[in-house]
C-alpha cells in the first residue's frame, strides 16, 4: 500500500457506506485539497449534483476550504461511492470537532443509508417481476 503524503498532525478519519462502496477518508488541516483514489476530486467525480452532495457536510459546517481530504473509495458505481464519500467525510468531521454533530445529525448525514439493490430470484425476470401468465 502506498504511503499518503498526510502526517499525523490533527488528523482525523472516517469511514462512510453506501450500496456496495466503502470510502475512508482522512482529514486535516490545510487549504482544501481534496484527492481520490489519487486523482483530483472533480476528475473523478464528474457530475455536479453528485459532487456537491459529497460535499455537503462540508458546505453545512462551513469548513470547505479549510480541510485537505484524501479519499480511497472502491466498490460500486459513482453514485453509491459519492454517498459514502459523504457519510465518510460527515464522520470524521464529527470526529475533528464533536461540535458539528447536532448539525450533521439533524440533516441525516451521520445515518448510513442501508438501502441495497434486491437480488434476482430464480423464476423470475428480476428481482419481482414475472413472467407474463398465459391461461392457454
Same mark, same amino acid.
Not at 16 to 21: A, I, P, Q, V
Not at 39 to 62: G, K, W
Not at 77 to 91: D, E, N, T, V
Not at 104 to 124: A, C, H, P, W, Y
Given at each position: 500500500?502506498?504511503?499518503? +503524503?498526510?502526517?499525523?498532525?490533527? #488528523?482525523?478519519? !472516517?469511514?462512510?457506506?453506501? %450500496?456496495?462502496?466503502?470510502?475512508?477518508?482522512? /482529514?486535516?488541516?490545510?487549504?482544501?485539497?481534496?484527492?481520490?483514489? +489519487?486523482?483530483? =476530486?472533480?476528475?473523478? /467525480?464528474? #457530475?455536479?449534483?453528485?459532487?456537491?452532495?459529497?460535499?455537503?457536510?462540508?458546505?453545512?459546517?462551513?469548513?470547505?476550504?479549510?480541510?485537505? #481530504?484524501? /479519499?480511497?473509495?472502491?466498490? !460500486?458505481?459513482?453514485?453509491?461511492?459519492?454517498?459514502? /464519500?459523504?457519510?465518510?467525510?460527515? $464522520?470524521?468531521? =464529527?470526529?475533528?470537532?464533536?461540535?458539528?454533530?447536532?448539525?450533521? $445529525?439533524? +440533516? @441525516?448525514?451521520?445515518?448510513?443509508?442501508?438501502?441495497?439493490?434486491?437480488?434476482?430470484?430464480? @423464476?423470475?425476470?428480476?428481482?419481482? %417481476?414475472? =413472467?407474463?401468465?398465459? %391461461?392457454?
Amino acid at each position: 500500500m502506498k504511503k499518503s +503524503n498526510f502526517s499525523n498532525v490533527n #488528523l482525523s478519519m !472516517g469511514t462512510g457506506r453506501r %450500496k456496495s462502496s466503502v470510502a475512508r477518508v482522512y /482529514i486535516r488541516e490545510g487549504s482544501g485539497n481534496i484527492k481520490v483514489n +489519487n486523482r483530483d =476530486f472533480d476528475s473523478y /467525480i464528474q #457530475l455536479e449534483n453528485l459532487r456537491t452532495m459529497a460535499l455537503s457536510p462540508l458546505v453545512l459546517t462551513n469548513t470547505l476550504g479549510k480541510y485537505d #481530504l484524501y /479519499i480511497n473509495v472502491y466498490g !460500486g458505481g459513482i453514485s453509491g461511492q459519492s454517498g459514502a /464519500i459523504r457519510h465518510g467525510i460527515s $464522520r470524521a468531521l =464529527f470526529e475533528l470537532d464533536e461540535s458539528n454533530k447536532m448539525i450533521l $445529525r439533524s +440533516n @441525516g448525514f451521520l445515518t448510513r443509508d442501508s438501502r441495497k439493490v434486491e437480488r434476482k430470484k430464480f @423464476g423470475k425476470k428480476k428481482a419481482r %417481476k414475472s =413472467f407474463q401468465f398465459s %391461461k392457454r
